[in-house]
């Protein structure tokens, strides 16, 4: 204990302590994005020949030096501070161990990592590599490294492409994350040549994943950039408590319906069909696992990657109740207070366009399973960090 106490005073008194620090964080943030991103694509098939382990690894090395980075570089108020922020990832790490799921633990130590550096350089940082990966994972599929996944919907003779990622939808879902990471960078003020750019994505994701979704979801970020003054009024207007009640009502009505459907219901089996199946395998999931207080281990057959045969399809793919399934309760409270201190964070430090893009986040999350996946959405990461750069000017 005296030995870390003393190291832990060098450190305090180095002159250079802020700008090593940064460079950990962002060597942690790096080789965990890059990690991540590779487990989402078909080289996961070559680290199952050389070993699975090996890339969750190189994950528990980025993990390690984020928490070297929180320990020893970040600056803490007092020991309450950290003992709490301690306590909270061992009830995370629980619901890790139990769930086999690690995103939700590695998410919250990086947020802690991050903790005041500037959160428009980590985004910056955050587009440069997804593009990168992105066009190499193509790239790979190109070269004829990895498999591509051709995929057809049940009654469509269109095909669907993921150019290297497990599934089509995974694919959109990239590029969907991607895009609003970039319309916030931009503040949501975008010139004609960006629009029409966001138009051609668009119209990429629709022909080449056949995702309508995320189709959906860039068509709408087009429209709030657009009349971003108007909607930066209109939240104000609205405030902080009515944001969060309007999401946190969608979001217990989803699950609630989830947990009562039945395939008697003819107004269930609409919407079960309007959300290809969500209510199905979410209820599925309540009857044969039901909910934990620390989280369990499910075992899904979801449709990307490779199959030998034929397999019974199970995949919760609504990342709320996929939280709350895995995870257990501890996890979906905890995910519940992120989302209230956000948009009252967001909110009272005028950084509309953090707000907007962790809407965004949330509203595509009640169809997909991205929410916690720091590869996709990174919204997360700018709740200690400095905003300074999205303030609005405009109150």
Known sequence: MDVLMTAMEKIKNNPNRDKVGKYIF??????????????????????????????????????????????????????????????????????????????????????????????????KVFIYIEVFMLLFSAFSVYMGWILEVVNMRTGNAGIRLSLGSVYPTDLAARIFYISLAYVTLKKFKLKLPEYISLLAICAFIYFVTDTKVDTLLILLLIVISAFYNTVTELLYRIGANTIT???????????????????????????????????????????????????????EHANGGIHKGKFNYFFIDVSYLRVLMFGGVVAFVFLVIMLIYSVNKFMNDKTICLLVALLFAALSSLIDQHLMELSYNIIFIAMLTNNDYFKDKLV
């Open 26 to 123: 962002y060597t942690a943030f790096i080789i965990y994005l890059v990690t991540h991103f590779l487990m989402g694509t078909m080289y996961v098939y070559i680290f199952y020949d050389i070993g699975l382990s090996i890339p969750y690894r190189i994950m528990m090395v980025a993990v390690a030096l984020a928490v070297i980075k929180i320990l020893f570089f970040n600056r803490i108020s007092n020991w309450q501070e950290l003992t709490i922020e301690i306590l909270v990832g061992l009830l995370l790490a629980v619901t890790a161990i139990n769930s086999q799921t690690m995103d939700l633990l590695y998410y919250y130590i990086m947020i802690l990592a991050a903790k005041d550096l500037d959160f428009k350089q980590i985004l």
């Open 245 to 299: 009640l309007v999401a946190g009502a969608v979001v217990g009505i989803e699950i609630v319906l989830t947990y009562l459907y039945t395939a008697n219901s003819r107004i269930f089996s609409i919407m079960d069909r309007v959300l290809s199946g969500r209510l199905k395998y979410g209820h599925m999931a309540f009857k044969d696992y039901n909910v934990t207080m620390f989280g369990q281990f499910i075992k």
